[in-house]
């Protein structure tokens, strides 16, 4: 129980172009999801928190305008990376928790690269 | 505020031996901590947590931590090394249920183990 996942797994864009990158979890309803930043060889960083139905919070030097959150259902979320540029060239990763437990589960994680 | 401090970017052991792998954290309320394993290019596994209760976790592939308030300590053992443990691994700090539920990742501990 409890699967996350991810689509697509990897995708390279072109700069100047918007990819969107989904987020599901599989067999319980999320009520909260996050988004993690992950570059080669560091920890992940929080980008935002989305609860379904929401506008999703962002950390403190995230960009709104540029990585558009989503949560319109209890088990999806989309971040949208708007006018990628090769410095948001990174792992994105989402995470899930349902309700009152108080644990994330991970997906697999998008690698984006962006020429 | 919270912070997650791991002691060593690389640990390397042999095969058969123990493995130790330190975690500090900062903390204004009772902490939830945790553990993750990051294989490449894949997302996080968790490993153990501690929420309240027994202060020793164990958790999946043989692994356990001990919470030690004293200490502000959280390190993972293993009592024998093998060669899948080879990965990286990350301690994550938590205020929920007392506060933001938002995990705080140290910067990693890559484990490498010598055959």
């Known amino acids: 129980g409890a699967v996350v996942s991810q689509h697509p797994s990897w995708v390279i864009c072109k700069s100047g172009t918007s990819v969107k990158i989904e987020c599901r979890s599989l067999d319980f309803q999320a009520t909260t999801m996050f988004w993690y930043r992950q570059f080669p060889k560091q920890s992940l960083m929080l980008m935002a928190t989305?609860?379904?139905?929401?506008?999703?919070?962002?950390e403190q030097g995230v960009e709104k305008d540029k990585f558009l959150i989503n949560h319109a259902s209890l088990t999806l979320s989309t971040l949208t990376v708007t006018s990628a540029h090769p410095e948001d060239s990174s792992f994105y990763i989402c995470?899930?928790?349902?309700?009152?437990?108080?644990?994330?589960?991970f997906g697999p994680g998008t690698r984006l690269t962006v020429t | 505020a919270q912070s997650v401090t791991q002691l060593g970017s690389h640990v390397s052991v042999s095969e058969g031996a123990l493995v130790l792998l330190r975690c500090n954290y900062s903390s204004s309320v009772p902490p939830y901590l945790f553990w993750y394993v990051q294989y490449p290019n894949q997302g996080l596994q968790l490993l153990l947590k501690y929420t309240t209760g027994a202060t020793l976790v164990k958790g999946i592939n043989g692994f356990e931590a001990e919470f030690k308030k004293s200490e502000t300590s959280f390190h993972l053992t293993k009592p024998s090394a093998h060669m899948s443990d080879a990965a990286e691994y990350f301690c994550a700090v938590s205020s929920a249920p007392f506060g933001n539920e938002k995990l705080t990742f140290g910067t990693g501990t890559r484990l490498t183990i010598i055959p």
């Open positions: 989305s609860n379904e139905g929401s506008k999703a919070t962002y």
């Open positions: 995470s899930a928790r349902s309700g009152a437990i108080y644990e994330q589960y």
